[in-house]
């Protein structure tokens, strides 16, 4: 286990954000450089970023409670954050993929400095994937390797409170894009 490097996990439940724009809720973007910002959208009382999104992090890197939308994250400069993202779906139809990193607050323009630098995508050309053995569940399981990928960044500047954008694009089973979403997390770096 490397301590520097800090792994932050995303589930998105895009059934309910599918059905959600199918009520009407809001209108699912078809525009990845105008995503649907679900931090803007309500449902009753509560945000729909807020009944979608799930962050985890080990709890050594949490402030405070994990599993929602604004999972903050504590880091120390020099710490490299890896962020994954799967889908929550009833049909295991949807996958998502995270596509762009913003920082929002404090903006760019007023302090062109990120705190964040080098933030790309990895593809990592196999992983591991083993399947379950249907005739003997608790056997040895199938081998299976996938390419998958991860985005990643190192914590350069220390602050107190960095507000970021994650941009994601739901895709169907076929890998056609569905739509484009974002909402936006938070972090500290001590």
């Known amino acids: 286990m490397n301590d520097n490097i800090v792994d932050i996990l995303i589930t998105i439940d895009v059934d309910t954000i599918l059905e959600s724009a199918e009520k009407g809720l809001f209108r699912l973007s078809q525009n990845a450089s105008t995503p649907s910002q679900l931090y803007n959208i309500y449902d009753g009382d509560d945000r729909l970023s ?4 799930y962050m985890v992090v080990r ?10 939308s604004e999972l903050a994250v504590n880091l120390r400069q020099g ?3 890896r962020w994954r993202a799967t889908s929550l779906s009833k049909g295991l139809y949807y996958s998502v993929i995270l596509y762009q990193y913003t920082q929002t607050h404090p903006p760019l323009s007023e302090d062109p400095n990120p705190y964040l630098t080098n933030v790309v995508p990895t593809v990592l050309p196999s ?3 083993p399947i379950i053995n ?3 569940p608790a056997g040895q399981p199938t081998a299976q390797s ?6 990643q960044a190192d914590a350069t500047r220390v602050c107190t409170r960095v ?3 994650w941009s994601f694009m739901i895709v169907d089973r076929d890998n056609k894009v569905l739509g484009y979403c974002s909402w936006d997390p938070y972090f500290s770096i001590r």
């Open 50 to 53: 807020d009944q979608v999104i």
């Open 59 to 68: 709890r050594s890197n949490a402030d405070g409670a994990d599993g929602g």
């Open 79 to 81: 710490d490299q954050l």
């Open 127 to 129: 992983t591991p994937l």
């Open 134 to 136: 249907p005739d003997n």
């Open 146 to 151: 996938v390419r998958t990928f991860y985005w």
């Open 163 to 165: 507000t970021y954008t």
